[in-house]
Every structure is written in C-alpha cells, then in structure tokens.
C-alpha cells in the first residue's frame, strides 16, 4: 500500500491525539493574535499609495513640509429668503467670540460674505495634530449650537472636514456594528438549518473566527514587510469568515455521510480527510492564487488586502486539516447533539442501498434538462447568462464623491449649504509645483496668472476673499494652488475641467520655467488616475490568475479539458455578475429599492477585487463538486451517471455553504455608503448565480455533452486514477438523480 495523501496523515494524527491537536491550534491562535499586537500595526503612507499624476502631486505636496491644521467653519444662512446682514453680523461675531474661548481652536478668521451676500462664512482653524480632530470637534459644534439658540432667526451650522468626519464615523460604525451583530447569528441559524444539530452548526463558526483571529495577527506582523491600509481587517474577516465556514463545511458533511454509512468516527474523518480534506487543499491553493494575483498591481491597497486574504486562507485550510479532524473525532456523535427535531429530521444524513447516500429527490429533478438535453441546456442557460455579463461592456469607473455620502447628517446637509453659497469649498485640482528655489518668485507669478484665467472660465469657481491662496514651502521649493471647480467631483464638467487644466492651463503657465516639476492632482485627479490604473492592470492580474488556476486545476483532476472547462465557467460568473452590478448600480431603478442614489459608476477598485475574489471563492464549489464527480468516475460509473452523482451528493453542502454566503454578504448591502452596497450585491448576487444556475445546469449540461472528453489529458499529465475503467459497472440506483 502506498504512502497516504499528507491531508489524510494530518488528520489521522489529529484524530488519534485530539487534545494534542486542540492545545496545538490554540497555541498557535494565541500566539499569532499576541505576537501581532506587540509588534504592531505598519500602515501604507501616501508615498505608498501613490499612483498616476495624482500621486505625483501628493509626492510634491508632501515634500514642501507644510503644516496642514484641520480646519471648521461657521455657516450663516437665512431660514428662507435673504440674508439679514446686521443680524448675521451680530451672529458671526457672537460666533467667533464664543469660539476664541474653545479648548482646542488655534484662530477665528474674519467673517467672510459669499458674493450673492446670502451667507456669511467664519473660518476656524483648528490646534493639535489634524489626524485626532474629528475626534476633538465636539466642544465645536456644541458652542456653534449654543450660537444658533441665541439668534432662531437665521440657520447658524458648523461644517468642515472633522465635523464630516465625525458624522461619518458616528453613521459606519452604527451601520458596521449591526452588520457585526446581524452576520454571526445569521450564518449560525443557516448552518443550524443545514445540520439540524447545534454542535454541528457551532463548529464551522468556531474554525472561521479562530483562523480570523490568528490571521488578523499574523498580518499585522506581514504589515512590517507590506504596510497594511484601513481596509484589510475588514477583508480578513470576510474573506476568513467565507472560507473558514466552507471548508468546515465541506468537511464535516462529508464526515456525517460516511458515519451515517456505519464507518467508525476514526475512518469517517479519515475518509473525509481524503476527499474533502483534498478539495479544501485544492479550493485553498485556488484562492491564495487569485489573491496573490492583486500584488501584481503594484498597488498598496491591494497588496495588503492580497496578503491579509493569503494569511486568512492559508490559515483557514491548516484548521481545517488539524484542528477541524480533531473535534470531529473528539466528538465523535455528539456533533449531531443537540439536535433540533424537525430540522433533524429534514438534514440527516440517509444512507439507501448498497451503503451508499439516499438519492434525493429535488436535485434530480433539477438536473434532468442537463443531463437528457445537454445541448440545449447549455445554450440556453450560457445566453442567459452571457445576457446578464452584456451590460459590463458599458461599465464606468469612478471613485465616490462628497455627493454619495449619505445626507442624513446635519453635517452633510450642512456642506450642500456651503458648496453652494461658496463654491470654492467644494470640489478642487491642486496644483503642485516643485522648482529650484531661486524660480519661486516666477512660479508663484505663473500660478497667479493661471487662477487669474481659470477664474474667467465657467468650468471653474473664481477664488473667494482676497484672491487666490498660493502656499510655499519653507525652503521655497514647493509651491502649491487650489483650483476650485462648482461641480460635483463625478461631474463631466469637473472631469473636463481636469484635462484642462493638465492639458492647456498648466502647461502654458509653468511650462518655460527652468528645472519646473508639475502635476495636478485632488479628488477628480484621484478618480480618474485611478481607475486608468485598474483598466491597465486589471488584464495583468486576470491572466496570471487563469494562468496558475489552470495549472493547478489541470495537476489536480489530471485534466485539460476539466482545467479548460473550470475557467470558462469562472469568467461567466464572474462576467454575469459584473453585468448584474452595473444594470443595477449604473442606473436608476433600484435607488428606492436599495437605498441609494445612483453614482452612474462603479466603484473603482471593486472590478478587481471582485474578480480575484469570486474567482477564489467559485472554485471552492468547482473543485468540491468535480471532485465527487470524478470519485464517481473512479468508482466506474460512465460520465452520465458520474455527473448525476457528483451534482446530488454534493448539492446540499454547496446550497448551504452558498446560502451562508449570500446571507453575510447581503448584509453589506444594507451599509450605508454606495461601495459597501456594491461589494454587498455584487457578492451576493455571483454567489448565488455560481451555486445555482452554473453549478446546477451549466456544468452538468457541458461535462455531460463532452463525455469521456472531460478526462482528455497528454500523456505526461495522465494519472491512473483519472482513468476511467473501460468497461465501468453499472451504478447504484440510489446514486443516479436522473437519466
């Protein structure tokens, strides 16, 4: 007898020394969690994010040493009508009085008139370290509304970066913290319905949140070779909690079914250990891939998402290997206890004839078009969904404005107030210049003359006050000029005033000035730079992506065609949930149905994220369903009987893996900004295309038309065990859903 799979020794181990294998992965959770939080968290800085013209103009800007203090104002405004000027005087300076006497205010500026006269503007500047205002804004805006009691007549209203920024924290964390509430019970009460025991349902929760918490630590000591951004402890648990619970999943049906066909607890998880245990295997190696094809885009924030992901996954599938074999066999029947009886009675695994599960009876049903009328099963569902994917031709990329942000807030209700009386508040390009010092004089000259004739153009807001507000650096090197546009930053017009700028304004007047550096950045520049950086990478990463997958699919089923086969349905999930996202997100249908308002766009970053993303997490079903059916090619079924097999034996723990999904990530899109909505959807939406219409009908209906072709392989790649017999024997009946 030959060496057994190292997935089956693992679990054999683990299995016979259970405490050992416990105390070993608690160990090692607690050690990875602590060891990460004495080291530390090293997060991305600006020179790490830079990317395109933007992020050249960020490099300039921070290399002139300015001092940037966070800065509020107070907005005057009528109730209704015009302005009462005395009355908004006496209230501006009522303001300002009361604001000198602040803890934590540095300066008052003079009241400002917008240039309609309907609102008076008094600017604050704020002390400390700009970072912590929104968390020291308060004492602010409770004297701003001490102002607005004692003059009802007019709208007095505190607006500014940190009160928008204390309102935003006050809104995600009330919206991440039902989500935080809302996912564990709701992944636990559809693992309860699909086990119909609690232990059972426990134990995949237990994995996931545990490879989460070693992951988070280990990530925070990877932070210190790839700095991490504010976003991956969120991917960690997402992606952790998604796996974490298929693999066990996976895992631990397949350990009831063989018990249920009367094999003792140690053989079961040995049995599991060989079949599902090697799935998770291949399913993990699938992910870490796809992740691993983000670091390709040469981009901090998908870099440190790529490596928190990799962290979760590998971890996820260690548990699942050790820890994961050692409960089952330390629980041995008691993971079906307690039991919810009609749950039970639903879920139980049935054992038919010839010790073999009994066959039941809905997906058979399902799968009868597939398999009697492969061709045009598979024309007609591949149209369908090549229809849904037709709508991503159109996709748009753009980032999320100020114009997204829920107004649901005083704070944003009041920045509308402000943008609109004084326009220069609102959506600008920066113009950074980096000269030798002797040139500073000329430079600030040359930027003069550019605010003076962007000023003149309607694609531009004229500068408010004294003019405009040129800053240069201490070493007068840096000099830097805000360049205000009246339209919202998703805006052609704001668009167009961008190119404008780079192309014409720009040029023109800094072009003849010896040793110039020059680029334009801010929110418009950061959109648009962005997101020509994600169409130039995006085909980069998708074939590295295909490429390995294929290797490794193909080494795994010992397959070209299955490896083939596998991609092609991967990129029409994946395209049909692009499709999806669009036809709901790039229009306005869906904004009462949802709860938003249409950006017209998707998100920039999310095109790639999803895709490694669903990618990894499709081929956790492909590699677990292709694996039962090749288990039944292996038996000797013929390619028929072998794709019936595989389908219903393993529809139910893809439906429930799947249904978990879809659940937490739905909650996603109950959050309250546009690209948690999108994420949520688009998730959710390709989880349940994947698990339903192309692992159902889709995949049964092409492996069933392709035959014995399914297993073509050259010879160098050919494996005995992926062989079928020449003369296979007939099936059980109990295992064939259809004919």
């Given at each position: ?177 039902r989500a935080e509430l809302l996912s564990l019970p709701v992944t636990l009460a559809i693992l309860i319905i699909a086990f119909g025991a609690l232990i059972a349902a426990g134990v995949p929760v237990l994995l ?532």
């Amino acid at each position: 007898m030959g060496r057994r799979p190292v997935t089956v020794r693992l679990a054999r181990w683990s299995a016979e020394h259970p405490w050992r294998a416990i105390a070993l992965w608690v160990v090692f959770v607690a050690v990875c969690f602590v060891g990460g939080n004495a080291a530390g968290l090293n997060e991305a800085t600006d020179d790490d994010q830079a990317i395109g013209e933007f992020g050249r103009a960020q490099l300039i800007v921070d290399s002139g040493g300015f001092h940037e203090p966070a800065t509020e104002n107070v907005l005057i405004t009528p109730r209704s009508g015009t302005l009462d000027q005395a009355a908004a005087k006496a209230a501006a300076d009522d303001a300002a009085a009361r604001l000198r006497q602040v803890d934590g205010v540095a300066s008052v500026g003079a009241p400002m008139p917008s240039r309609d006269g309907n609102a008076v503007l008094v600017p604050i500047t704020m002390s400390g370290d700009p970072e912590t205002a929104s968390d020291r804004v308060q004492p602010l805006r409770d004297t701003t509304a001490k102002v607005q009691e004692s003059h009802p007549a007019l709208r007095v209203e505190q607006v500014g970066g940190p009160s928008i920024g204390q309102a935003l924290d006050d809104t995600l964390g009330k919206d991440f913290k039902r989500a935080e509430l809302l996912s564990l019970p709701v992944t636990l009460a559809i693992l309860i319905i699909a086990f119909g025991a609690l232990i059972a349902a426990g134990v995949p929760v237990l994995l996931a949140l545990s490879s989460v918490a070693a992951a988070m630590g280990l990530s925070t000591l990877a932070s210190h070779l790839v700095p991490a951004t504010d976003t991956t402890a969120s991917v960690i648990l997402l992606i952790g909690m998604a796996v974490g619970v298929d693999y066990s999943l996976f895992y631990v049906r397949r350990e009831r079914e063989e018990r249920a066909k009367g094999r003792s607890g140690l053989d079961a998880v040995e049995i599991a250990a060989e079949t599902s245990g090697h799935a998770v295997v291949v399913s993990g190696t699938a992910v870490i891939i796809s992740m691993a094809g983000l670091l390709l885009a040469q981009d901090a924030i998908f870099s440190s998402l790529a490596v928190g992901s990799i962290l979760v996954v590998a971890v996820a599938v260690i548990g699942s290997l050790t820890v994961l074999p050692a409960l089952l066999a330390r629980l041995g029947r008691w993971v079906d206890r307690p039991r919810v009886p009609l749950l039970w009675r639903l879920t139980a695994p049935r054992v038919g004839r010839h010790g073999q599960p009994a066959r039941p009876r809905f997906w058979p049903a399902l799968l009868k078009p597939a398999l009697r009328a492969p061709l045009a099963t598979l024309v007609v569902s591949v149209g369908l969904l090549l229809a849904l994917a037709a709508p991503a031709l159109g996709m748009k990329l753009k980032f999320p404005g100020m114009e997204d942000v829920p107004r649901t807030t005083a704070a944003m209700q009041a920045y509308d107030r402000l943008t609109a009386a004084f326009p220069s508040n609102g959506t600008s390009h920066t113009v950074a210049v980096k000269a030798p010092a002797e040139q500073a004089d000329r430079v600030k000259a040359a930027l003069t003359g550019l605010a003076d004739r962007a000023g003149a153009d309607p694609l531009f807001a004229p500068a408010e006050g004294d003019g405009p507000k040129i800053k240069v650096s201490a070493d007068r090197r840096v000099s830097v000029l805000e360049v205000a546009t009246p339209y919202a930053s998703r805006t052609d017009e704001a668009s167009r005033s961008l190119h404008e700028l780079r192309q014409d304004l720009v040029p023109a007047a800094l072009g003849g000035i010896p040793g110039v550096e020059y680029a334009v950045g801010g929110g418009v520049a950061a959109s648009e730079d962005y997101a020509d950086h994600i169409w130039a990478k995006l085909p980069l990463v998708a074939a590295f992506v295909l490429a390995l997958t294929f290797l490794v699919m193909a080494w795994t089923f010992r397959s070209v065609v299955v490896a083939l086969t596998s991609i092609l349905l991967n990129l029409l999930s994946a395209g049909a949930a692009y499709g999806l996202l669009v036809l709901v997100f790039q229009g306005d249908w869906a904004e009462g149905l949802l709860g938003f308002t249409s950006m017209d766009a998707i998100v920039t970053w999310l095109p790639m994220f999803l895709f490694v993303v669903l990618f990894g997490l499709s081929m956790d079903y492909h590699v677990f369903v292709v694996s039962r059916i090749r288990e039944g090619i292996r038996q000797g079924m013929s390619n028929k009987d072998a794709v019936a097999y595989g389908i219903t034996s393993s529809a139910g723990v893809v439906t429930s893996a799947a249904i978990v999904m879809v659940g937490v990530f739905s909650i996603f899109a109950t959050l309250s900004t546009i690209d948690f909505k999108q994420l949520g959807i688009g998730l959710a939406a390709a989880i349940l295309l994947d698990a339903t219409i192309i692992r159902a009908v889709v995949l049964p209906s092409l492996m069933t038309l392709l035959g014995d072709a399914n297993w073509w392989a050259p010879r160098f790649l050919r494996g005995r065990a992926a062989t079928p017999p020449a003369e296979p024997p007939a099936p059980a009946p109990e295992l064939v859903g259809a004919r």
